[in-house]
C-alpha cells in the first residue's frame, strides 16, 4: 500500500487485506503475565488505555450507558471522533537508549544483587526494525474501542452506512496510525456487524490525509519556533538538574551498583519506560519497574509531561494553533449534519473517525482549553504541580479518544463530548451536552479566525523547513 505525505485515498479492500495478512513483528512471542506494577499510571504517553478506565481490565468490552446518558431526550445524529494510534513498540530512538541503560546495567561484575541478577536475565528483545510500529495489544486497542463506540450509540454504527461509504475514515500516513484505522474498522465489520461477506461489495476508501492529522509538519512557525528551537525546552532541559530528578539518578545508580557518572537523565526515562513497554506489550511485570518507586515515578513522569506542556500544550501558543485546520475541519462536519438534519432529518455522514497521534490530540485539546492550570509548569514549581490537570497519562494514553457526539433534541441540537469513554464538560459549561450553538458561541474566536496559513506563517521567509519529529 502505498503512502503519501499529503492527502492520498487507497481502496480500502486492499489496505484491509494487506493488514489481515501480515504478521507480527514478533511473532508467536509468549507473553507473560504479571501483577500491575504501582507506577503504571505514571507513564505519560506511554501510558495503557486500561490505566485510564480500570474496568476494562475485567471486561475489555463493557459500556458504562449510564453515564452517557443525556438529562434530555435526544436521538443523536452524528459522530466525529479524533483517535490516538494503539499501543506500539518503541521507536529505534527509545531502542538505543534502552540498550545503552540495558549494557551499563549488566556490565556490573558484582553479582548476588537480586536486582542486578534479574535484569541480567531479562530479555533484551527490543530492536531498530520495531520503530514504533503497531503491536498486537494495539491492534486489539483499536477494535475493542469500535465495539464499544458502536454498542454507546448504534444508530450511528449501522451496517448500512457502512457499505454505502457514508462512514469515513482519516488517517495519518504513519504505519502505526494506519493499522489502527485498519483494526478499528475490522472491530466493525467481524466484531460488531460480524459480516461475512465483507469482501464482496466492500469499496469504500479510507483517507490517508497529512494536513490534518500531522498538521504540525505543516506549521513553519511551530517546526522553527518550537520544533527546531533548542531554547523552547528549555524548562525540560532545567528540571533535569534539579534535585528532585538527581535525587532519582542517584537512586538508580546506587539499585544498579553503577557510578552516578555513568548514567543520566535519558538513561533513567529509558530504564522507566522499558517497564512501561513491557507492561503495555507483554503484559509483564519487568525487573525493570523494580528501579523505581511511586515517587520516583511521580518525578519522570512530570519530566514527560513537563516536554509535552512545552512541545504540545500550552507552553507555546503556536503549540495549539497548529490544529487550526483540524478544529475547523471537525465543526464543519458538525455543522453540516445540523444542516442536513434540519433540511431533511437525514444526516449523509453519520461517522467520522480520524486517527492520529498525542502530538493531534493535545495541541487541539489545548486550543479548545481543556486541562490548562492556573500556573504554567515549570522546572520550579514540582512541588506544586502534584494536583495539576495537565497529566498526560490521563488525557493521551495510546487509544485515547476525543468524542463529539451531535445529538437532534426537541428545539435544539446539543453536543456531548467524551475524552477516553467519559463525559468532559467544555470549558464555563456544566451541562454534559450543552446546546450546539452555546458551544460555537464559546468558540466564536477561534471559529471567525484561528487561521492556520496566518498562524502559521513565518514572518519572513528563510527557505524550507525540514522538521525533526519526535513522535509519539
Known amino acids: 500500500m502505498a503512502v503519501v505525505l499529503n492527502r492520498h485515498v487507497v481502496l480500502l479492500t486492499f489496505a484491509f487485506t494487506r493488514f489481515c495478512s501480515a504478521g507480527n513483528l514478533v511473532a508467536n512471542r509468549e507473553h507473560q503475565t504479571g501483577d500491575i506494577p504501582a507506577i503504571a499510571k505514571y507513564f505519560g504517553t506511554k501510558t495503557r488505555y486500561e490505566e485510564v478506565n480500570p474496568y476494562l481490565l475485567n471486561d475489555i468490552l463493557f459500556v458504562n450507558k449510564t453515564s452517557l446518558q443525556l438529562q434530555q431526550e435526544c436521538t443523536p445524529v452524528h459522530i466525529s471522533a479524533v483517535i490516538r494510534h494503539g499501543t506500539r513498540y518503541p521507536t529505534a530512538k527509545n531502542v538505543k537508549m534502552m540498550k545503552d541503560i540495558y549494557k551499563i546495567a549488566t556490565k556490573t561484575k558484582r553479582r548476588g544483587l537480586g536486582l542486578v541478577d534479574d535484569i541480567s536475565h531479562w530479555d533484551m528483545w527490543y530492536n531498530d526494525t520495531m520503530d514504533g510500529q503497531l503491536v498486537k495489544k494495539g491492534r486489539d486497542d483499536h477494535m475493542n474501542?469500535?465495539?464499544?463506540?458502536?454498542?454507546?450509540?448504534?444508530?450511528?454504527?449501522?451496517e448500512d452506512s457502512f457499505r454505502d461509504c457514508r462512514m469515513k475514515f482519516i488517517t495519518s500516513s504513519k504505519h502505526r496510525c494506519v493499522d489502527s484505522t485498519l483494526s478499528f474498522i475490522e472491530?466493525?465489520?467481524?466484531?460488531?456487524?460480524?459480516?461475512?461477506?465483507?469482501r464482496k461489495d466492500l469499496h469504500c476508501q479510507l483517507e490517508v490525509n497529512d494536513d490534518l492529522m500531522r498538521f504540525f509538519d505543516k506549521c513553519e512557525r511551530f517546526v522553527v519556533d518550537v520544533e527546531q528551537n533548542k531554547t523552547a525546552l528549555q524548562q525540560v532541559d532545567l528540571f533535569k538538574t534539579k534535585p528532585e530528578m538527581q535525587g532519582v539518578l542517584d537512586k538508580v545508580a546506587s539499585l544498579?551498583?553503577?557510578?552516578?557518572?555513568?548514567?543520566?537523565?535519558?538513561?533513567?526515562?529509558?530504564a522507566f519506560y522499558m517497564c512501561s513497554y513491557d507492561l503495555s506489550i507483554r503484559n509483564l511485570k519487568s525487573p525493570w519497574c523494580q528501579l523505581f518507586d511511586q515517587e520516583d515515578a511521580k518525578v519522570l513522569e512530570y519530566a514527560n509531561d513537563l516536554k509535552q506542556y512545552w512541545k504540545r500544550g500550552y507552553g507555546h501558543e503556536i503549540n495549539s494553533k497548529s490544529s487550526c485546520t483540524l478544529f475547523h475541519d471537525l465543526f464543519r462536519r458538525l455543522d453540516k449534519a445540523v444542516e442536513e438534519s434540519e433540511r431533511s432529518g437525514t444526516v449523509s455522514e453519520p461517522a467520522a473517525f480520524q486517527i492520529g497521534h498525542a502530538e493531534t490530540l493535545l495541541p487541539l485539546l489545548s486550543l479548545m482549553g481543556f486541562f490548562k492550570d492556573e500556573t504554567p509548569l515549570t522546572a520550579d514549581n514540582f512541588a506544586q504541580q502534584w494536583g495539576r490537570v495537565f497529566r498526560t497519562g490521563h488525557i493521551v494514553p495510546y487509544a485515547s479518544n476525543l468524542v463529539f457526539i451531535l445529538h437532534r433534541c426537541e428545539g435544539s441540537y446539543r453536543l456531548q463530548l467524551l475524552l477516553n469513554e467519559k463525559p468532559l464538560s467544555f470549558p464555563q459549561m456544566d451541562d454534559p451536552a450543552p446546546e450546539y450553538q452555546h458551544v460555537k458561541n464559546l468558540y466564536s474566536n477561534l471559529l471567525e479566525g484561528c487561521d492556520f496559513k496566518k498562524e502559521c506563517k513565518l514572518p519572513s521567509a528563510n527557505g524550507t523547513v525540514n522538521p525533526i519529529i519526535h513522535e509519539l
Open 145 to 158: 474501542l469500535a465495539f464499544r463506540l458502536a454498542t454507546a450509540y448504534p444508530s450511528l454504527f449501522t
Open 187 to 198: 472491530g466493525l465489520v467481524m466484531k460488531y456487524w460480524k459480516m461475512q461477506d465483507w
Open 256 to 270: 544498579l551498583d553503577i557510578a552516578a557518572s555513568d548514567i543520566t537523565a535519558d538513561l533513567v526515562e529509558a
